[in-house]
């Protein structure tokens, strides 16, 4: 397999999510590797900033997009723009996800949840995912194909640890894993595995990549206690996601689609 399998050059990669924690990486991870990027994230003003600062490090064309990934017209309005902007649409990083505007109500033990912070958490993580996909899919499908990437989590695949929280904090507040953010994740990889049959004919292969605990905020209690459940015994740093993105974009992955590729340090081996 040649060296230039695993790049994108000439590639248009529009990045949902793109201002997050991992959002950022994963776009200049893809520019590194030759794409353009449609950077879109809620905040047109601040996506257009990064994307100035990714074509100036990278020297890919690059456009900020503002989109609510929940709203039908918005997330049409965002591939149209990509389009236009950029000539075309050939990957897809579905990547947005939420805590709402409400953490410390996002965070609220099982009990008590709030169904309007389930619903929040869904428009998003769940509702967005389809939207999106929806309105990429249409496009590829209609242009030759291409690669659509969903960002799952490890809380998809296993139950979270409970024992890891005791002491745990983010941003200065209890920490836990939801059953909102669990079950929605759990949704991508269905989700992902539909599309990937639905769209096999037209040359779309739709895959998911699964992060393990990534560092962002959480407290040093956290980091530890996490930390011992993996065999590599850390958590994630953003860049060591990149190059499975870069995989299930490329052609390196050509005859990959319909699966999960975990990248959690061993977490889910044990």
Same mark, same amino acid.
């Given at each position: ?7 994108? /050059? ?11 924690? &991992? ?18 994230? &809620? ?14 490090? #990278? ?35 579905? !990547? ?11 965070? %609220?033990?099982?009990? /008590?949840?709030?169904?309007? %912070? ?7 993580? @769940? /509702? ?59 949704? @991508? ?17 739709? !895959?998911?990549? %699964? ?33 499975? &993105?870069?995989?299930?974009? #490329? ?5 990959? %689609? ?8 061993? &977490?889910?081996?044990?």
């Amino acid at each position: 397999m040649p060296a230039d399998t695993f790049r994108v /050059d000439g590639k248009i990669a529009l990045v949902t999510g793109a201002l997050g924690v &991992l959002g950022k990486t994963f776009c200049r991870g893809l520019a590194a590797h030759g794409a353009s990027i449609a950077v879109v994230d &809620l905040d047109k003003q601040e996506c257009a900033a990064f994307a100035k600062e990714i074509e100036s490090e #990278s020297g890919r064309r690059c456009v900020g997009i503002g989109c609510d990934v929940g709203d039908p017209s918005s997330v049409r309005a965002a591939v149209k723009e990509c389009v236009s902007a950029l000539g075309g649409l050939h990957i897809l990083h579905n !990547n947005a996800a939420t805590k709402t505007a409400d953490v410390r109500a996002f965070f %609220t033990p099982f009990e /008590d949840y709030n169904i309007e %912070t389930w619903r929040d958490v869904m428009r998003v993580n @769940v /509702d967005g995912m389809f939207l999106m996909a929806q309105a990429a899919g249409k496009h590829m499908a209609a242009n030759g194909g291409g690669s659509i990437v969903q960002t799952a989590s490890i809380y998809g695949v296993v139950a979270p640890d409970q024992r890891i929280y005791e002491g745990s904090q983010y941003l200065g507040g209890a920490i836990n894993t939801p059953a909102v953010y669990s079950a929605s994740k759990a949704a @991508v990889l269905g989700l992902t595995r539909h599309l990937a049959t639905y769209w096999a004919s037209a040359g779309i292969r739709v !895959n998911s990549l %699964t992060p393990g605990g990534v560092a962002s905020g959480q407290n040093d209690e956290f980091s530890r206690r996490y930390s011992a459940r993996v065999p590599l015994g850390r958590m994630a740093a953003p860049d060591d996601l990149v190059g499975a &993105l870069i995989f299930l974009a #490329s052609d390196a992955s050509s005859y990959v %689609t319909g699966q999960n590729v975990i990248i959690d340090g061993g &977490l889910t081996a044990w």
